[in-house]
Nanobody
Framework: QVQLVESGGGLVQAGGPLRLSCAVSGLTFSSYAMGWFRQAPGKERELVAGLGWSGGSTTYADSVKGRFTISSDNAKKTMYLQMNSLKPEDTAVYYC??????????WGQGTQVTVSS
């Protein structure tokens, strides 16, 4: 049974940092490309950052480049999203996901991030 469990969300002031974690079980972590998504109220879910299998290549949405960093620890089977210089527009539910082929098929339950101005 595949499980992705996010943690680390919360309330933070604008300009502050926050680190999200995604603990993965039930799959060979290093063999999957992974990603962090977010969904704000009334908006579509968007890919924030992507990580190639075995922690290879990284991609970022333009809105977070230079502020967010995606990484992973294969030994801990955990993916991270370090978020710095947070803005109120970063407020959303953040999800981690694992990709099979071209589609993200395994999802976590989400963690709320709220950035106050």
């Amino acid at each position: 049974q595949v499980q992705l469990v996010e943690s680390g969300g919360g309330l933070v002031q604008a300009g502050g940092p926050l680190r999200l974690s995604c603990a993965v079980s039930g799959l060979t972590f290093s063999s999957y490309a992974m990603g962090w998504f977010r969904q704000a109220p009334g908006k579509e879910r968007e890919l924030v950052a992507g990580l190639g299998w075995s922690g290879g290549s990284t991609t970022y949405a333009d809105s977070v480049k230079g502020r967010f960093t995606i990484s992973s620890d294969n030994a801990k089977k955990t993916m991270y999203l370090q978020m710095n210089s947070l803005k109120p527009e970063d407020t959303a539910v953040y999800y981690c996901a694992a990709r099979v082929g071209l589609s993200y098929v395994y999802w976590g339950q989400g963690t709320q991030v709220t950035v106050s101005s």
